[in-house]
């Protein structure tokens, strides 16, 4: 049986220091809070075509916060 | 630079004062990582240069053994000067820079886009028919004063009178405490008469809403509000001035990327994020407060660490290529802001600055080259970037 993959993002909110890369580079997984730190969207699932945009906030959050989960399903 | 006597070796008399290091920095960087990897000096009354991104990030996270109450390295060690949240340590950060905040997110800062925009429109407008300008002088220093002017609710056209205050306390303070300390009195006096008049005639800006927001239940101290104020203008000035400026100067030089940035406007977001990571502007310092050891090296209390995101940008072992810019590098973890709770309150404004500042240029002035006849001149200290950009237009 093949497996599928799944994707969550979740942001460490112990890390994120509100430099708001996740939200400019993939606004449908991140937004921001009053102060501007970073949480992910509802659960964090993320929404096929999307996958390479989770990676993306990944590679470029400066406080390492951002988290890509992969959740494999069988 | 007379009176000072020439760096005799880098890695043990470091100057970020000498000329060699304000024309081009990366070179000397590079030699320290590979053989150092940071640096001393006796200088400044004793200091140090770490030049990986792993001990410039070590440091950053350390509120224990480095804190920021100084934020400059200076010959002395003149009284301190508050300025929250920049110059404070935990607990006190915290609830200073939360303040702040809601002002400076992603959206708040959209509001001044429109604003920006005309700034530097009106701006282009003065020399777009002419064969050229000065980058730096015409343009790019003329942006963000006026933006964080209008944001505060100061004059804009007192910018002469902010830059004045501002070299005097970055670069001519470093060694002539006397001039930081005189310009330090006037912008508290500038801006205790712009609080007191709040409090008589309330207004939608900046400064009035300082002056009513709360830290748990109690409004902020007038010495509080004049020194965030004094922060606001300072770090909001020459910092992004200086990334425009580098902006320009890169693509002046660089026809390939000028012309791939004019034709391809998606890239403009991921090619700021790289500018911001090859020419980062803004070095800050901590002064050491309990003895540690990073990287091998031992931290004395009393002594300065100059904390350069700079060279943290440049480190090869952090970022493939380090040296080439590349407009739509992917990965790209850069510490222009500062890392840890110190990260820039201004950096939505600022990337919102830069990002306008370049289309608003590119959109009028595709085609601009370096000026073979006059020569680039950098600023010195504590940030770097082009004072002196002569360009000139067309192919």
């Known amino acids: 049986m093949s497996k599928q993959t799944k994707l969550r993002v979740r942001i460490d909110r112990e890390r994120c220091q509100g430099h708001a890369r996740c939200y400019a580079l993939a606004p449908e997984l991140f937004e921001l809070d009053e102060m501007g730190n970073g949480r992910e969207r509802g659960d964090g699932v993320v929404a096929p075509g999307l996958e390479d945009k989770a990676y993306l906030a990944q590679a470029n959050c400066p406080e390492l916060a951002v988290e890509v989960i992969e959740d494999e399903k069988p | ?34 053989s150092c990897p ?79 925009r005309e700034i530097c429109r009106a701006l282009v407008d003065r020399f777009a028919d002419k064969p050229g300008c000065d980058a730096a002088v015409d343009y790019a220093q003329e942006i963000p004063v006026r933006v964080i002017a209008h944001m505060l609710g100061v004059p804009e056209q007192e910018g002469d ?21 005189r310009a330090s009195d006037e912008m508290i006096a500038y801006f205790a008469a712009h609080i007191a008049e709040r409090r008589a005639r309330p207004r939608e800006d900046l400064i009035d809403y300082l ?19 004094r922060l606001l203008l300072i ?6 001035w200086s990334a425009i400026g580098s902006c320009l100067w890169h693509l002046a030089g660089h026809a390939d990327d000028r012309r791939r940035l004019a034709a391809e406007p998606g890239l403009m977001s991921s090619a700021v994020e790289e500018f911001l990571r090859a020419y980062a502007p803004v070095t800050m310092a901590r002064e050491v407060v309990k003895e540690t050891e990073i990287g091998g090296c031992t931290f ?17 072992s952090a970022f493939a290529d380090a040296d080439r810019v590349m407009l739509d590098r992917k990965e790209n973890r850069h510490a222009a802001f500062g890392l840890g709770i110190h990260r820039c309150v201004g950096s939505n404004l600022a990337r919102m600055e830069i990002r306008v500042a370049l289309e608003e240029w590119l959109k009028r002035i595709p085609e601009f080259r370096l000026d073979p006849q006059a020569p680039v001149t950098w600023s010195q200290g504590t940030v770097r970037g082009p004072r002196r950009l002569p360009v000139v237009f067309g192919v």
Do not use: C
């Open chain 2, 300 to 316: 004395v209390p009393g002594h300065m660490v100059l904390l350069s995101f700079p060279a943290a940008n440049r480190d090869p």
């Open chain 2, 1 to 34: 630079m007379t009176g000072r006597p020439p760096v005799r070796d880098w890695a043990t008399d470091f100057d970020h004062r000498d000329p060699r290091w304000i024309e081009d920095p990366y070179p000397i960087w590079d030699e320290l990582r590979q």
């Open chain 2, 161 to 181: 009178l902010y830059r004045k205050w501002i070299h005097d306390i970055l670069e001519v303070g470093i060694t002539d405490i006397a001039v930081a300390l």
């Open chain 2, 38 to 116: 940071i640096a001393r000096t006796e200088r400044f009354a004793g200091a140090y240069f770490p030049s990986r991104y792993a001990d410039v990030k070590a440091i950053a996270y350390d509120t224990e053994h480095f804190s920021s109450r100084r934020i400059i390295v200076r010959e002395t060690r003149p009284p301190l000067i508050p300025a929250p949240p920049i110059t404070s340590d935990p607990p006190a950060h915290r609830p200073a820079k939360q303040v702040l905040l809601p002002a400076f997110t992603p959206e708040a800062i959209a509001q001044h886009e429109p604003r920006t």
């Open chain 2, 211 to 229: 002056i009513n927001v709360r830290i748990e239940g109690r409004t902020l101290s007038d010495e509080h509000v004049n020194g965030t104020l």
């Open chain 2, 235 to 240: 770090a909001g000035i020459d910092t992004t």
